[in-house]
């Protein structure tokens, strides 16, 4: 997913002349008192360097990706091993596609059947984009692993910005460690009927042997994602390739293998909803949405691994917005080849514990569909390995600015495979807790799925507003739109605040304990919870919460984090001479 590696700086030459920089002059990052009112402006022009300065060098000069990191506050502390082409593979690997749809299918079939996956995919999709390009523009202008929370913080006006940080970062932290959660049970689930077929029907798995998998994938996750950046990065190539395969595999082999019996007319395949709920049709459209919404979700992940990216602030916006763009056009098609596929039985489809396994066992019959379910589990796999990597990297960047409970266990790098493991192992321990909901019941479960996407959409919504609502001298950074930005960024707001309306219903007007949409309970309990412990007397986050924290306080410690180890010491000897002026 990225391209250029990191220049080294120029060595110190011991002819040019020194001028006197004064203090003032260097961004507000490099003093004590943290002002991140200019954020957005300074990592968008290039910041001049002591040792750029004694060298002779403009401030025209392209800053490195430490330099625009510094530039926001934070030292290098992550080894920038992501290509471009893996930038893109993690948000790629965490849409998933045809895992993902297969997770989530029974929302469109039930609420629409063939035009709701086809149509309610289409126009989702349009809207998803509109997201992703106004998340797009900012990563570019300020490419940091805590993305959302620090533009929050940069955007709004002073008296919202510690409160709108805080809840950010809370409900961001919510949205991401839940679509860890639902991505791993739905691998559990996949396996689970992938034993069914095996079986020939006759093994029908219960909630806690569904759940002692879910336990078992997520702690494989754990291991893979404390592994070394390098492997981390290399990974996401062997994701993405597997992931085109497979669409490629349904779109062509679906509709020559299935048989004339289950075979769909255009007339049932896209133009006849079938609405098997309660709800009326229109409605019914609205909520078959959640399969494409949770589909392409977590896309903003490429920014929680900015500062591991090598050009980060133009690979991470333009993984982000391809991998969005790229998911709804073969998304579209695999939707397509499905709803042609399917049969006209959906109540039947509806109500197997697996809806694609099911369509696959009526085309390929059941060692067809063994082998394809095989290849659905491991690309399901991938897609939580990607996301509790993501994951992770936010809860060590808010833990880095002290905004969690535990922040200094949190923000810590495992020393020797320089990665945050102890954030690794907290999201595993949340997710666990997050899939005893299926103990309440086959609603309670799917709210993780819709709680993925109302978290993630408070998180992306806030800091996308706040950039034309706030007092912020906002400029762009490549990415960006132009006059384009305003009309797409409020279609993009406007979409996220009714769609996570609508998922707080239930999949029935008529419902129980066990039929309940419990996103509401989860998701406004936990943001209740944080809002509390900010306001919270004496030991609330509004006594010393303070938003993004710089962690580089000088501009030595700036240079050591951008050059390599031969030359440390003569960039000392340069910040030295500064000093000395």
């Not at 002819?15 to 300074?42: G, K, L, M, Q, T």
């Not at 040792?51 to 920038?80: I, N």
């Not at 940069?154 to 991401?176: F, Q, T």
Request: hydrophobic fraction near 50%.
């Amino acid at each position: 997913m990225r391209a250029h590696h990191l220049s080294s700086s120029p060595s110190l030459s011991s002819s040019c002349s020194v001028s006197f920089v004064p203090r003032s002059y260097f961004p507000p990052v490099f003093v004590n008192a943290p002002d991140f009112s200019r954020n957005f402006a300074i990592a968008s022009s290039p910041p001049l360097d002591p040792v750029d300065l004694v060298d002779g060098m403009t401030s025209k000069k392209k800053p490195t990706d430490e330099e625009l990191l510094a530039s926001l506050g934070y030292k290098q502390e992550f080894k920038r091993e992501f290509t471009p082409l893996e930038v893109f593979g993690v948000a790629f690997s965490i849409i998933g596609l045809v895992p993902s749809i297969a997770s989530v299918l029974f929302y469109a079939i039930a609420f629409g059947g063939g035009p709701a996956m086809v149509w309610g995919w289409a126009v989702a999709s349009v809207f998803i984009l509109t997201v992703g390009i106004s998340l797009a523009e900012l990563g570019s202008a300020a490419p940091t692993s805590g993305g959302l929370y620090f533009w929050t913080y940069s955007l709004s006006s002073p008296k919202w910005k510690g409160l709108l940080c805080w809840v950010v970062g809370y409900a961001y932290a919510v949205g991401s460690i839940s679509a860890f959660s639902s991505i791993d049970w739905g691998c559990a689930v996949q396996i689970m009927a992938a034993a069914t077929i095996g079986s020939g029907g006759t093994f029908q798995p219960t909630s806690a042997q569904t759940y002692a998998v879910f336990t078992m994938v997520i702690f494989a996750h754990i291991g893979i994602c404390s592994l070394g950046t390098a492997i981390l990065a290399r990974l996401q190539r062997v994701y993405v390739v597997l992931n085109l395969l497979l669409c490629l595999a349904i779109i062509i082999a679906l509709p020559v293998a299935t048989p004339a019996e289950f075979r769909n007319t255009v007339d049932f395949a896209l133009k006849d909803l079938k609405n098997l709920s309660e709800w009326p049709d229109g409605y019914a459209f609205i909520l078959s949405l959640n399969t494409p919404l949770w589909t392409i979700c977590s896309f903003a992940s490429s920014v929680n691994i900015s500062e591991e990216a090598s050009n980060a602030a133009t690979a991470v916006p333009w993984g982000m917005t391809l991998a969005v763009a790229i998911a709804g056009i073969v998304g579209l098609a695999v939707n397509i080849s499905l709803a042609f596929c399917m049969g006209t039985d959906l109540e039947a489809l509806n109500n197997s514990n697996q809806p694609m396994a099911q369509i696959f066992f009526q085309s390929f019959g059941e060692r067809g569909t063994l082998i394809i379910w095989a290849v659905i589990v491991i690309t399901q796999f991938m897609m939580g390995s990607s996301m509790l990597l993501a994951a992770s990297r936010q809860i060590f960047a808010f833990s880095r600015d002290s905004g969690l409970p535990f922040s200094s266990w949190l923000y810590r790098l495992n020393k020797f495979t320089k990665t945050p493991v102890n954030a690794v192992v907290f999201d595993g321990v949340v997710a666990l807790f997050m899939g005893c909901l299926v103990f309440a019941g086959d609603q309670a479960i799917n709210a993780i799925f819709a709680l993925s996407i109302v978290g993630n959409y408070v998180a992306y919504s806030i800091p996308i507003a706040a950039r034309f609502l706030g007092q912020n001298d906002f400029k762009p950074g490549p990415f960006n739109l132009g006059k384009f930005s305003f009309p797409v960024t409020t279609i993009a707001v406007i979409f996220m605040v009714f769609m996570s309306i609508v998922f707080f219903f239930p999949m029935s007007p008529t419902t129980d304990a066990q039929g309940m949409n419990y996103t509401v309970v989860v998701l406004g309990g936990t943001m209740l919870l944080s809002i509390i412990y900010f306001y919270f007397p004496k030991y609330g986050g509004v006594n010393w919460f303070a938003g993004p924290v710089p962690n580089i306080n000088s501009i030595s410690e700036h240079s050591s984090t951008r050059h390599s180890e031969e030359d440390r010491e003569d960039d000392a000897t340069a910040v030295d001479v500064i000093d000395a002026c």
